[in-house]
């Protein structure tokens, strides 16, 4: 699988670490950054992530800060971009099967690296049901986005 992970400097030795367990794994990862724990901004790396996969470079990301909260709000500012942060396998595969989230939100302050791997593992390895409850669901979530994106904030 084609796979895009980034971090801020926070989330860079994880970054390294899970980056590190993909390629192990047998997939392409492209890494658009953080290349260093210099101080960096979250968003920038949120918004790489998100346009590797929306433009197609990649099937799904994997996206880490210190606490996983900024990246995951960031990431979902992008139409599109169904960014979960996980901290649990359950969630991990469960958010994939049921909300087809694209992109994986792990905060480095919050886990280790052996969960951090679960996570990816559970995450990478789950599929979207196509159920029609979560089929109809997702309908409505992408209307949200729809709506909000045109200006109609009603």
Same mark, same amino acid.
């Given at each position: 699988?084609?796979?895009?992970?980034?971090?801020?400097?926070?989330?860079?030795?994880?970054?390294?670490?899970?980056?590190?367990?993909?390629?192990?794994?047998?997939?392409?990862?492209?890494? %658009?950054?953080?290349?260093?724990?210099? $101080?960096?901004? +979250? $968003?920038? =790396?949120?918004?790489?992530?998100?346009?590797? %996969?929306?433009?197609?470079? !990649?099937?799904?990301?994997?996206?880490?800060?210190?606490?996983? %909260?900024?990246?995951?709000?960031?990431?979902?500012?992008? $139409?599109?971009?169904?960014? #979960?942060?996980?901290?649990?396998? +359950?969630?991990?595969?469960?958010?994939?099967?049921?909300?087809?989230?694209?992109?994986?939100?792990?905060?480095?302050?919050?886990? #280790?690296?052996?969960?951090?791997?679960?996570?990816?593992?559970? =995450?990478?390895? !789950?599929?979207?049901?196509?159920?029609?409850?979560?089929?109809?669901?997702?309908?409505?979530?992408?209307?949200?986005?729809?709506? =909000?994106?045109?200006?109609?904030?009603?």
């Amino acid at each position: 699988m084609k796979l895009v992970i980034g971090s801020d400097h926070a989330g860079f030795q994880l970054k390294v670490a899970m980056g590190d367990l993909l390629r192990s794994l047998g997939h392409e990862v492209l890494d %658009v950054g953080a290349f260093n724990e210099n $101080p960096s901004d +979250y $968003p920038d =790396f949120a918004e790489a992530v998100g346009r590797a %996969v929306l433009d197609g470079k !990649a099937e799904r990301g994997v996206l880490i800060c210190g606490s996983g %909260v900024g990246a995951s709000v960031a990431a979902n500012k992008l $139409p599109g971009i169904r960014a #979960g942060m996980c901290h649990d396998t +359950y969630s991990a595969h469960q958010g994939v099967e049921h909300d087809d989230i694209n992109v994986l939100v792990l905060g480095s302050r919050v886990i #280790g690296v052996k969960l951090a791997e679960d996570l990816v593992k559970a =995450f990478l390895g !789950a599929k979207f049901t196509n159920e029609e409850r979560h089929v109809r669901r997702l309908g409505k979530v992408k209307a949200l986005e729809a709506k =909000f994106a045109a200006g109609l904030k009603q």
